[in-house]
C-alpha cells in the first residue's frame, strides 16, 4: 500500500494526468456533441440527409453509439497516460530512488499498474461525463431517446470505465517494454490512429481475417463496451462477447508487462 500511494503521488505531483483529462474531455464532448447533431437532425428531419439510409444509426442505436466514443476514440489517453507514468522515469531516472526504497522491483511494477489502473477508470469517467452529458443534452434537443432509464446503458457506461482502466495497464506495459520516451508515444499514436485502423478494416475482407481481427486490441475493447463507431465504418465485422473482450485486453496488458519485466525492468537504470 506504501508503494501504491507513492506512484499515486508520483502521478498526482505533475500536470500531465489533468492535462490528459483536459484535453479527453474536450476532444470526446466535440465529437459526441457534434455527431449527436449530425444524427439527430438527420432522423428528425432538421437536418437533409445525403447519407444512405443504411450508414445512418437506428434511433435505438444512436445513444450507445454516441456513449462509446468514450473508448472507442478516447481509449489512446489512458494508454498515453500509462505509459508515460514509466517512461518518464527512465527519462528522469526517478526510478533510482525508487529502487533503493523499494529493492523488490516486482512490487514497484505492481503498484504502478495498480495506481495507473485507477487513474484510466478515473479518465474513463470524465470521457463519459462528455459523450454521456453532451452527448444526451444534444440528442435530446432533436427528441432523440438518450434512454439513461435503461439497465442496458448503464452496463454500457460501467463496462466503458473497465476498458478505459484496462487501457492504461496495457499503456504501463507498452512503457515497461519501450522504455523510451518518444519511440513509446510514435508507437501508441501510429499504432491506434492508422495501423490498427486499417488492420481491423482490411480483416473485414475475408472470412478467414475476421477471426483474427477481431482479437486485436481495439477490437477486443469494443467487443468489451458493446458498441462502437467502428459498427458504422465495417457493419460485417466479427466481434466477441463482452467478457471474451474485456479477458483479451487484459491478456495484452498482462503480456506487455511481463515480456518488459523480464527484458528491461530489470537491468540497471543508472
Do not use: C
Not at 526510478?95 to 487513474?119: D, E, N, S, Y
Not at 484496462?166 to 499504432?191: D, R
Amino acid at each position: 500500500m506504501r508503494s501504491v500511494a507513492a506512484e499515486f503521488t508520483k502521478v498526482t505531483s505533475t500536470r500531465i494526468w489533468w492535462v490528459i483529462a483536459l484535453v479527453l474531455f474536450g476532444y470526446i464532448a466535440v465529437l459526441a456533441g457534434g455527431l449527436s447533431a449530425l444524427f439527430g437532425g438527420v432522423q428528425s428531419g432538421a437536418i437533409g440527409s445525403s447519407m444512405g439510409g443504411g450508414q445512418a444509426p437506428p434511433p435505438a442505436q444512436l445513444p450507445a453509439l454516441i456513449y462509446s466514443f468514450a473508448s472507442s476514440v478516447g481509449y489512446v489517453f489512458p494508454v498515453l497516460l500509462g505509459a508515460l507514468a514509466v517512461t518518464g522515469e527512465f527519462r528522469h531516472q526517478t526510478l533510482t530512488p525508487t529502487f533503493l526504497a523499494v529493492p523488490r522491483r516486482g512490487r514497484v511494477l505492481a503498484a504502478k499498474l495498480t495506481t495507473l489502473f485507477g487513474f484510466g477508470a478515473v479518465l474513463g469517467v470524465v470521457a463519459l461525463l462528455a459523450s454521456v452529458g453532451v452527448g444526451a443534452l444534444v440528442m435530446g434537443t432533436f427528441g432523440v431517446d438518450p434512454v439513461l432509464g435503461e439497465s442496458d446503458t448503464w452496463a454500457l457506461i460501467g463496462r466503458s470505465v473497465l476498458a478505459m482502466a484496462l487501457w492504461a495497464a496495457v499503456g504501463v506495459g507498452l512503457g515497461v517494454l519501450v522504455p523510451n520516451q518518444v519511440a513509446t508515444i510514435v508507437i501508441v499514436l501510429a499504432f491506434t490512429q492508422f495501423i490498427e485502423p486499417l488492420l481491423r478494416l482490411a480483416s473485414t475482407f475475408t472470412d478467414a481475417t475476421a477471426g483474427i481481427g477481431r482479437f486485436l486490441p481495439g477490437a477486443a475493447s469494443d467487443a468489451l463496451v458493446g458498441a462502437s463507431f467502428f459498427s458504422i465504418a465495417a457493419p460485417g465485422a466479427s466481434v466477441l462477447e463482452w467478457w471474451q473482450g474485456g479477458l483479451v485486453l487484459l491478456a495484452y496488458a498482462v503480456v506487455l508487462t511481463v515480456i518488459g519485466y523480464l527484458v528491461t525492468w530489470r537491468r540497471d537504470v543508472t
